[in-house]
């Protein structure tokens, strides 16, 4: 079983930038990768970004050049660095853990990101 707690949501304005934590525990030598998924009221769960076992960085295309992924093994935690936020960036903001059958079954709480307008 693998725990994930992310944190680091809040508003900000147009342009600046925020970094999401996620601090996973539990069976941490099960995971593969991690990565950043974001929801917005009404639609359906988006992929944003992950790493893999050997810091491989994956991004949405939309994401990438603004956003950028990361991993701190000795703290068991995965970035997600957020420059130039846009009022649409405005979401939940989940991490999640999948296994080497590169299934994501573990999420957390998620964290409220607000790009005001």
């Known amino acids: 079983q693998v725990h994930l707690v992310e944190s680091g949501g809040g508003l900000v304005q147009p342009g600046e930038s925020l970094r999401l934590s996620c601090v996973a525990s539990?069976?941490?030598?099960?995971?593969?990768?991690i990565g950043w998924f974001r929801q917005i009221p009404g639609n359906s769960r988006e992929f944003v970004a992950s790493i893999a076992y050997g810091d491989v960085p994956t991004y949405a295309d939309s994401m990438k050049g603004r956003f950028t992924i990361a991993r701190d093994n000795a703290k068991n935690t995965v970035y997600l660095q957020m420059n130039g936020l846009r009022p649409e960036d405005t979401a939940v903001y989940y991490c999640?853990?999948?296994?080497?059958?590169?299934?994501?079954?573990?999420w957390g709480q998620g964290t409220q990101v607000t790009g005001s307008s």
């Open positions: 539990g069976d941490i030598l099960s995971i593969y990768a």
């Open positions: 999640s853990a999948a296994g080497k059958s590169a299934t994501y079954d573990y």
